[in-house]
């Protein structure tokens, strides 16, 4: 995989669109970059950019965003309630796929020496590109903010790791870093002091609170919430106090219990939590865990779509309080992925059925066979959610919710390997397209070829494992599922079996153009296998449903 990062710089500007324009506009100059999100905050008087890319693209964006914020942004007139030193007040990037942490936060380091060697700026390292852990921590590293920086950066222990020790008054200074993704996630009070809502804060941050003791000692009392930093603050444009909140570590802390544990140590100060905020983006499963956690709360079945969880998740933490939260817009997988992936599965059923009778060669049968395959999963997460939600089977809901969790699980892969499949073939042409007139033309021709015809028997071979793992679900659901629901079990299994023949077609035929024999004798005699232990469990399901149909 091609290594890709993310920078999420913060800006000191949210209030003149025009300004933030004009850094953005820079981003975007930089070929290989993608940028994701503007998230500008008024009260904050800050906005936070998020941009992908290759390393070397993103760091030269970085670097253009940081010199051209220099150029448009005034220190010396800013004001705002979020803390902050610079024009660019932090800079990180973030491993996101085929790179490490230490190669990330290498990378920092390059445009930490870079912006403070060419744009003569002070410059601190912080988290993982920084070497010294007494100085790895942002809120330390700012402290004194703008106001108090021009002593500090006079102090010896307090001298910049790159760029001059002396404080630019207009530009101020920037922290460039790396780390693990963040979420920076408000939730709001119904009210509008600062001291209650700073009170929550200390409540639930690791850091806690500070408490003077009768002998003039100080005890550090730590908050309920590991890896999470907070302040209380009012917000003058939504005329509410919030608790904002970085969570450092998603898997220690994810959103769902940062929500739930700020709600109750707002109720236990007599205030009550109305809604809460995203700022910038937020990984998929941090979404869907949450999704599953407030279901799982209720009782009801998780085992229920993406899209369906994520609804969910927005309407129980609150999240489109303050304005409308799209997820195709604040969700970073779905910024990442592109559409052709999921042409085809985008399509409407009249659309795709079209598509499927034109003149076109694909979609073909390896394409429908894994939809047919999701479908016949979808009837048995379908059954077992019936199961979950039936009266008088209450005490049985988390049994059937893991069923259907796993029927979601089939649908989804099934219905990704639609359009893998499509992709499949389509590589294969395009590498007999390719030009054969000389030897190494030639050479390079036949590579092409069979590596495209590997993942075109590699593709439906894997619809034929997926949708035959289904039938372990479909099974359980025709014997001990909700009986007014047992024909969609067995019209699940009659699908499935369908969408495993039809893709074992496709296994075949593609392997007969393919040059390792052992190779395609063994997935052969695995496919065979497979089909057989398919056609024995289907007769099986469909003697229990015409049993119970009959009775």
């Known amino acids: 995989m091609e290594p890709i990062i993310e920078c999420v710089p913060n800006f000191s500007e949210g209030r003149r669109p025009e300004v933030i324009k004009q850094i953005t506009d820079v981003i975007e100059t930089v070929p290989g970059v993608r940028l994701l999100n503007v998230d500008p905050g008024k009260a904050t008087n800050r906005t936070v950019v998020t941009f992908v890319g290759s390393p070397a ?18 220190m010396r007139g800013h004001k705002g309630e979020h803390p902050r030193m610079g024009a660019t007040d932090v ?17 920092a380091q390059r445009l930490a020496e870079r912006v403070g060697e060419e744009l003569n700026l002070p410059v601190y390292l912080y988290e993982a590109a920084q070497p010294d852990k007494n100085r790895n921590n942002l809120s330390v590293i700012r402290a004194g903010e703008y106001e108090g920086f021009f002593k500090k950066i006079r102090l010896p222990e307090w001298k910049p790791d790159f760029g001059p020790a002396e404080f630019d008054a207009r530009r101020g200074a920037a922290v460039i870093g790396a780390r693990d993704f963040l979420v920076a996630y408000n939730v709001n009070l119904n009210t509008t002091s600062t001291r209650r809502a700073n009170a929550i804060a200390f409540d639930v941050r690791e850091a806690g609170r500070t408490v003077p003791q009768p002998d003039g000692t100080k005890t550090q009392i730590p908050g309920t919430l590991k890896a999470v930093k907070a302040i209380g603050w009012y917000i003058e444009e939504y005329g509410v106090a919030q608790i904002s909140m970085n969570l450092t570590n998603l898997r220690v802390t994810p959103v769902h219990q940062a929500f739930d544990e700020v709600c109750r140590a707002a109720t236990e100060r007599g205030i009550r939590v109305t809604g809460s905020e995203l700022v910038g983006l937020i990984p998929l499963q941090a979404m869907l865990d949450a999704g599953r956690y407030f279901l799982e709360k209720q009782q009801r079945s998780v085992g229920v779509s993406e899209k369906e969880l994520i609804r969910i998740a927005i309407l129980s933490m609150g999240l489109d309080e303050l304005g409308p939260f799209n997820p195709e817009e604040r ?72 069923w259907a969790a796993k029927g979601q699980q089939y649908k989804d892969e099934l219905l990704r390997l639609v359009d893998a499949d499509t992709r499949a073939f389509n590589a294969i042409m395009s590498a007999f397209g390719l030009p054969k007139g000389t030897p190494e033309e030639k050479a390079a021709r036949h590579e092409a070829i069979q590596t495209a015809t590997k993942t075109a028997i590699e593709v439906p071979f894997h619809v034929m494992e997926t949708a035959h793992a289904s039938l372990e679900l479909i099974s359980a659901m025709a014997a001990d599922g909700n009986p007014n629901s047992v024909s969609d079990a067995g019209v699940g299994a ?5 969408a495993v023949h039809g893709a074992f077609l496709n296994v075949r035929i593609n392997a007969s153009g393919y040059a390792d024999k052992a190779f395609v004798a063994d997935v052969l005699a695995r496919g065979k296998a497979i089909a057989e232990k398919t056609d024995a469990a289907e007769r099986e399901i469909m003697a229990i449903v015409h049993t119970k149909i009959d009775n």
Request: net charge negative; charged share 20%; hydrophobic share 50%.
């Open 91 to 107: 800079c990180p990037l973030i491993p996101v796929a085929g790179i490490s942490m230490e190669e990330t936060a290498a990378w």
């Open 57 to 74: 693209a993103v760091v030269e964006a970085a670097f253009r965003a940081i010199r051209t914020a220099g150029e448009v942004i005034d």
């Open 331 to 402: 969700i970073i997988e779905y910024l990442l992925r592109h559409p052709a992936d999921e042409k085809l599965i985008r399509m409407s059923l009249a659309n795709f059925a079209d598509e499927t009778a034109s003149e076109s060669p694909a979609p073909g049968g390896g394409s429908i066979a894994a939809y047919v395959g999701s479908l016949g999963a979808a009837l048995g997460a379908m059954v077992a959610n019936l199961s979950a939600h039936k009266k008088g089977w209450d005490d049985r809901w988390a049994e059937f919710s893991v």
């Open 494 to 498: 009659l699908c499935v079996r369908t």
